[in-house]
């Protein structure tokens, strides 16, 4: 029968056939074999010195360098005057003669001792130097942003204000040009109605001086008075004179002095402006994290029956008790060991929690996709900390400075972004990618998890897009992961829940296949692991690298050792 366990494992294949199993390592070449390639690997190259040793012994055996002045010659000596290795023929030749020389595993000893010690400066001194330097330039970035869009809007406030009063000015004086119109309309008409009113009289006139011209009555004759005299004199020409709009002249400059004008910005560099990052240890904590290898046959310790109708996500509170969340709205906390319930929170508006995640305080935070919320339990009171609008939180974590990290997407379903909170205050949003376009895929259809991995990277779990989204912390796209060719069962990657460990592996659900997937940070596969897991949806790690499996339909928490 078939061990599922055993089964899961994409195991290590001989470099050479490709199919049997690694037993077999030769340091010289870097090359892993099965047993039946050594001869054959032996004889490809008869010129080098195989050391083939037991796959678990690899790289136990010294590879001398090549003498550059004797071919082939291999250097067991180095010349500390000449800073060189030295094979027996360069000590026989006297080129080194009187010189101080030792052997060179003890001078690859110091090396290696230097090596370590400026690999761990790196890590616990400058690396987290850098770290915070990056997030500062970031916060002063995203501060930027925020001023300099205040400062545009000052602008525009200030031209609306220019505009307002200009129209008003306008206004006023079209106002004036109409009380002028109308004064002198209404004078040239009364002059028009006058002149219309003496040619009335003038035609009367004409009339009677006709009537009185075809008689022969000399008293009618007498009778007529004529007016003549009087119209000789023409009334006055009114002539209206118009006024006239002087512009007043629009000197740029001096316009934009009265406008208001810009101060003039700087940009210093402070050689001293930053400190080196203080390496914070415990007494007992090493240098750096233990190397952990991962277990060839990872195995079941405990499960959890939750009780849930569907069982979506899981949460570590600390290495003894973990937050569950279901299709409801209760929101339960299970101790380990002992798989019991220890406490019960119903979310503030009763609908379901869509994600998960404890705070480094030890607080629960929930996403509430219906009510557009992000929230966190203290001391069994809910905060609304986070309030969107035209926006629904999906996925949700707390990062190693305390940010929250929220997958959203729009309410027509047409964009999705990660954001960035510090509280309630938005830090950074990532949406695109550097041609523009989208980094993940929106759809209220599937659920999207969300987590930060130790080197700071932001890894995103895309069903929509059947891919797991990785970008560093200012944004970038590093690397997208589709899946291990072959799955397990041969079905489509489904990723769902997405967690990290110690060692910065990434772990993925992968809900079709009914395994997990386990990648570097770079995105290269190490391994599956199946132990007999139903339907998975999310995930979680403790401090010990233990990791949690949600389960969807048979309710329960497999807690799973997968590292030595």
Known sequence: ??????????????????????????????????????????????????????????????????????????????????????????????????????????????????????????????????????????????????????????????????????????????????????????????????????????????????TVTDTNDLSKLFSVTSNVHTYRNLPHKIMPSLPKFIPGKIQGEELSKLFGVLSSNSLTSDKYGYSMKTPQKSPEAGSSPPVKQLLDKPRTVTTIDTGYGNLCNVACLSDEEIWTCGRGSIMKLYSINQGSLLKSITTKSGNRPYSIAVTKSGDLVYTDYNDRTVNIVKNKKIEEVIRLHNWRPIGVCSTSSGD????????????????????????????????????????????????????????????????????????????????????????????????????????????????????????QFLRYIDCGLSDPLGLCTDTNDNLFVAQLVNKQVKKIKYVQ
């Open 404 to 523: 929250l990290l929220v997958i959203m997407d729009s309410d027509d379903n047409k964009q999705s972004k990660v954001v960035r909170y510090s509280g309630s205050t938005e830090k950074q949003s990532i949406q695109f990618d550097d041609k523009d376009k989208p980094l993940y895929s929106p759809s209220s259809d599937y659920l999207r998890y969300i987590t930060e991995n130790k080197n700071l990277d932001i890894c995103v779990s895309d069903l929509g897009a059947r891919a797991v989204v990785v970008v560093n912390q200012v944004g970038k796209l590093r690397f997208r992961y589709t899946e291990h060719t072959p799955a397990l069962k041969n079905k489509p990657f489904s990723p769902l829940g997405i967690t990290t460990d110690s060692q910065s592996h990434i772990l993925i659900a992968d809900f079709n296949n009914e395994c997990v997937h386990i990648i570097d940070q770079d995105g």
């Open 1 to 210: 029968m078939m061990d599922l366990c055993t089964s899961a494992q994409d195991v290590m294949r001989c470099d050479l056939c490709e199919t049997a199993v690694v037993q077999m390592h030769c340091d010289t070449c870097l090359v892993n074999l099965c047993t039946a390639c050594v001869g054959k690997h032996m004889i490809s190259d008869e010129s080098k010195d195989h050391k083939v040793v037991k796959f678990q012994a690899r790289k136990s055996t010294p590879l001398y360098p090549v003498c550059t002045s004797h071919n082939k010659d291999r250097c067991e000596m180095y010349c500390k005057q000449c800073d060189i290795p030295v094979c027996l023929s360069c000590l026989a030749s006297k080129q080194h003669l009187g010189h101080e020389l030792s052997k060179i595993l003890q001078v690859l000893d110091e090396k290696k001792d230097i090596i370590i010690k400026e690999r761990n400066e790196l890590i616990d001194t400058i690396y987290p130097t850098y770290q915070d330097i990056a997030s500062d330039v970031q916060n002063r970035m995203s501060q930027f942003e925020k001023e300099y869009g205040d400062l545009s809007t000052a602008i525009t406030k200030h031209g609306e204000d220019w505009h307002r009063e200009i129209d008003k000015l306008v206004k006023k004086l079209k106002a004036e040009v109409d009380v002028m119109k109308n004064t002198q309309l209404q004078t040239l008409q009364k002059h028009l109605d006058e002149i219309n009113k003496t040619m009335s009289d003038i035609k009367e006139e004409i009339n009677s001086m006709e």
